[in-house]
C-alpha cells in the first residue's frame, strides 16, 4: 500500500473510531451534568468511583483488543489464515480466563470497598458494593467478546466496533441518568450500565455471525506454540496496562481515600481531562493495524517516515483540540456543572489537560512501536511514568489534597516523554528517524504555530465576559491556529495530500472528476 493509500485507509477509520467518541462525549456533556443536580456530593463521588474500578477491566479489554488487532493485521498483510485463526482462538481462551480472575477480584473489591475508602456515607455502603458487582462483573462477561472487537480492529472494519460501542453506551448511560433522575438509586444505575456493556458483547457476535467468520474460532487452532506467542505478546502489554492504570487509573481512588470532600470536583475535572484525550486516541489507535501490516513486509525507514508525519498531523490536531478546551473551560465549567463545582474542579481541569496534553504528543510513536512488536522495548517509559505519578500523587495527596495529586499527574507524564526519548527511541529498531526532527519538526513547530492564538483568545476571553462573545472569540483564534497550521506547518504537497484525504473520506465534498485518494 502507498503513502496515500496508508493515510486514506488511517482516516476512514479515525472517522469511524471519532463517531464512536462522539457518542462517548454526549454523554460525557449530558450525565455529569445531570448526576451532579441530581445526586449530593458524597453520592456522585462514589458514583464516580465506583465506575473508575469497573474500569480497570476495561484497561484489561482495550490491551487485548489492541493485541488481537496487532496479530490479525500480521496475518492480513501475509494472507495466513491460519496464524490469524490460532491468534483468534488463543485470544478468546485468554480472555475466558481473565474474565473469571476479573469476577473474583471484583467480588473482594466489592467486599471491602467501605475498608479502603472510609470516607462513604455509610447510608450508602450497601448499594455501592452492589453496584460495583453489577458493573465490574458485567464487564468482565464482556471480556471474551473483544475477541471479535480485536478481530474487526485488525482487519480495518472500525465501523463495526464504532457501532457496538456507541449503541452500548448510550443505551447505558440513559438507562443510568433516567435512574438518577427518577431517585432509584445507585443500584438501579448500575443495572443499566451493566446492560449497556452487554449490549455491546451481542452486537460483536451477530456481526460475526453476519461476516461470516466463525471458521477462525476454533478449538484445533488452539496449540500450545500459538498461545505462548500470544501469552508472550500480551505480557507486555499487560505491563503497558498496567502503567496505564497507575498513570490515569489511581488518580481517584488516591483522591478518595485522602481528600474525599474534593473527590466529586475531581471527577468532574478528569471527565473534562478526558475530553482531549478520547478523541486524540481514537485518531492514533487507527495506526497500530497499519504498522502492523507495513513492518511484516518493509524497512524500519518507512515506519520511521510514518511516525515523523503522524506525530505532526497528530500534534497539530492535538493543539487544535486543546485551543477551545483551556480557552473555554472556565464558562463550560459553569455552565455544565454548575458555579460551585466550576470554582473547585478548574485549576485540577487545568492540570489534568496540561498533563494530557504532554502525554499524547508521543501517543503516535507509541501506537506504531505497540503496532510493530516493539512493545517490550517500550516499556521503561510507561511504567516509569506509572510508578513517578503514583508517588508524586500520594504525596502530593498528602501535603496538597486534590490538586497535589493533579500536579502529580502532570508530573508524570513529563516523565514518560523523557522516558522515551531517553531509553525507548534508541532501542526500537523496526522504526528508524532522527529524535531531533521529531522534536523539533514534529512537536514544537506545531506548537508554535497554535501558541499565538491560544494566548490572544485567552486575553480576549478574560476581557470579555458574556458568553457568545467568548464563543465568538474562541471560534475565531481556532480558525486563525487552522489557517497558521495550514500555512506554516504543511507544505504545499502535504495540502495536497490533505485535500485528498478529505475527499477520499467525505467523496460528496469532492468536486466533479476530481482526484481520488
Keep these: 500500500m502507498n503513502g496515500a493509500g496508508v493515510f486514506s485507509k488511517v482516516a476512514v477509520n479515525a472517522v469511524a473510531n471519532l463517531s464512536r467518541t462522539g457518542a462517548a462525549w454526549a454523554i460525557v456533556l449530558f450525565l455529569p451534568p445531570l448526576l451532579v443536580r441530581v445526586l449530593d456530593k458524597p453520592t456522585y463521588a462514589t458514583w464516580f468511583l465506583i465506575l473508575q474500578i469497573g474500569a480497570y477491566v476495561a484497561l484489561i479489554d482495550s490491551g487485548i483488543q489492541s493485541a488481537i488487532g496487532r496479530f490479525v493485521a500480521r496475518a492480513e498483510g501475509l494472507q495466513d489464515r491460519r496464524y490469524m485463526g490460532q491468534a483468534l482462538s488463543s485470544a478468546a481462551l485468554i480472555l475466558t480466563v481473565a474474565a473469571l480472575v476479573a469476577v473474583a477480584v471484583t467480588v473482594v473489591c466489592s467486599w471491602q470497598l467501605d475498608h479502603f475508602f472510609h470516607g462513604i456515607p455509610t447510608s450508602i ?11 465490574g462483573i458485567s464487564l468482565a462477561i464482556s471480556l ?166 503522524t506525530t505532526r498531523y497528530g500534534t497539530a490536531v492535538l493543539c487544535l483540540l486543546t485551543l477551545p478546551l483551556v480557552a473555554g473551560l472556565s464558562p463550560f465549567l459553569r455552565l455544565w456543572v454548575g458555579v460551585d463545582y466550576a ?48 508517588g508524586c500523587s500520594v504525596m502530593g495527596a498528602w501535603y496538597l489534597g486534590a490538586i497535589g495529586v493533579a500536579l502529580g499527574t502532570l508530573v508524570g507524564a513529563w516523565a514518560g516523554v523523557i522516558l522515551h526519548f531517553t531509553n525507548s527511541m534508541p532501542r526500537t529498531d523496526s522504526m528508524k528517524f532522527s529524535r531531533s526532527r521529531l522534536i523539533f519538526t514534529c ?15 485567552l486575553l480576549l476571553t478574560r476581557i470579555l465576559h458574556t458568553p457568545p462573545a467568548q464563543v465568538a472569540i474562541i471560534a475565531i483564534g481556532e480558525l486563525v491556529a487552522i489557517w497558521i497550521l495550514w500555512r506554516a506547518n504543511f507544505d504545499f504537497r502535504e495540502r495536497e495530500e490533505l485535500a485528498g484525504l478529505f475527499s477520499h473520506v467525505f467523496p460528496y465534498s469532492s468536486r466533479p472528476g476530481g482526484n481520488r485518494a
Design 125 to 135: 455502603v450497601p448499594a455501592a458494593r452492589q453496584s460495583l458487582l453489577v458493573i
Design 144 to 309: 471474551p467478546f473483544s475477541t471479535f472487537a480485536g478481530a474487526f480492529l485488525g482487519l480495518q472494519m472500525n465501523h463495526i466496533n464504532a457501532l457496538a460501542g456507541s449503541v452500548g453506551k448510550v443505551a447505558g448511560a440513559a438507562g443510568a441518568g433516567w435512574a438518577a433522575w427518577r431517585h432509584h438509586g445507585l443500584l438501579e444505575m448500575a443495572l443499566w450500565m451493566g446492560f449497556g456493556n452487554l449490549l455491546q458483547g451481542v452486537i460483536y457476535v451477530i456481526s460475526w455471525k453476519r461476516l461470516g467468520l466463525r471458521g477462525l474460532l476454533r478449538r484445533a487452532f488452539l496449540t500450545g506454540r500459538a498461545i505462548s506467542e500470544f501469552s508472550r505478546f500480551c505480557v507486555a502489554m499487560f505491563a503497558t496496562q498496567f502503567a496505564a492504570l497507575l498513570i490515569t487509573g489511581m488518580d481517584m481512588p488516591v483522591v478518595a481515600a485522602f481528600d474525599f470532600h474534593s473527590a466529586a470536583y475531581y471527577a468532574v475535572a478528569a471527565t473534562a481531562g478526558s475530553m482531549l484525550a478520547a478523541p486524540h486516541a481514537a485518531i492514533i489507535t487507527t495506526l497500530i493495524p497499519v504498522a502492523s501490516g507495513i513492518s511484516a513486509t518493509e524497512a524500519p525507514d518507512r515506519l520511521g517516515q510514518i511516525v515523523l508525519r
Design 343 to 390: 470554582r473547585h474542579a478548574l485549576p485540577l481541569a487545568v492540570i489534568l489537560v496540561a498533563a494530557q496534553f504532554v502525554r499524547l504528543t508521543l501517543m503516535p510513536y507509541a501506537a506504531i512501536g505497540f503496532g510493530a512488536g516493539q512493545q517490550q522495548r517500550m516499556l521503561v517509559s510507561p511504567l516509569g511514568e506509572g510508578v513517578v505519578n503514583l
Design 443 to 457: 512537536i514544537l513547530k506545531p506548537i508554535c504555530c497554535c501558541v499565538p492564538s491560544l494566548l490572544l483568545t
